[in-house]
């Protein structure tokens, strides 16, 4: 069975600029979870799509945003980057009471 | 506070030691606890997930959950080099809503 698979994996942008990053859940897993891991900090939630639809967002600007397709799969943007958004950004999914994690994309703001 | 306090190390040892990792949460509301291992660049495994108290062991890994004082932890046995990684624990609610709270982690350092 694939995991959750995430792309690309390095993303270098310049302040200012919009950075796109897409997941795909585990075959069979509707729900998608994308969390930021900035350096020195825990995983903290960003956001939750379930069914093609955003259910919850954590503590972020409206500036991160995202969707899910048809096919499940999710697409994380983030505009007028800021250099404090250098961070891996991990995306998962369950369907049960253990969370599987993709590799994650490591973004770089400079 | 924060919702899950974890020391975030390094914690060295030798090979062969028994390593215990600790995290305390505030919130009596969780029930699912979970351990995930992080190498360097890389996204979290998942090591074991426990649902309410108790203890579950697979292989070298035992975790231990004690509600009544909002203290989980994650002893390795026969430690070994390759277990040399960032260890987060994490918990979640009974619901729909699988959000994980993640604990900051610790840095765990097994030398040969």
């Keep these: 069975e694939a995991g959750v698979t995430q792309s690309p994996t390095h993303l270098i942008k310049t302040r200012g600029q919009q950075a796109t ?24 939630f960003l956001l939750w799509y379930d069914e093609g639809e955003e259910r ?30 250098s961070a891996l950004y991990l995306c998962a999914s369950s369907l049960g009471p253990g969370t599987g ?6 973004l770089t703001v400079v | 506070q924060k919702e899950v306090e974890q020391d975030p190390g390094p914690l060295s040892v030798p090979e062969g030691a028994i390593v215990s990792l600790n995290c305390t949460y505030s919130n009596s509301a969780f029930q699912y606890f979970m351990w995930y291992r992080q190498y360097s660049r890389k996204g979290p495994e998942l090591l074991m997930y426990t649902y309410s108290s108790g203890n ?4 070298r890994f035992t975790a231990q959950v004690d509600k009544s004082s909002k203290y989980i932890s994650l002893f390795i046995r026969d430690s070994q080099p390759s277990d ?15 959000k ?13």
């Design chain 2, 56 to 59: 579950k062991e697979d292989g």
């Design chain 1, 21 to 44: 990053l897409r997941c795909s859940p585990i075959s069979g897993h509707t729900s998608v979870y994308w969390y930021q891991q900035a350096l020195g900090l825990g995983l903290q």
């Design chain 1, 56 to 85: 919850n967002r954590g503590n972020f600007p409206p500036r991160f945003s995202g969707r899910q397709f048809p096919n499940y799969s999710s697409e994380l943007n983030v505009n007028a980057l800021e250099l404090e958004d």
């Design chain 2, 84 to 98: 040399s990684a960032t260890y987060l624990c994490a918990m979640r609610w009974n619901t729909g809503f699988q």
């Design chain 2, 100 to 112: 994980l709270v993640f604990g900051t982690g610790t840095r765990l350092l097994v030398s040969p």
């Design chain 1, 101 to 106: 994690f993709g590799q994650g994309t490591r």
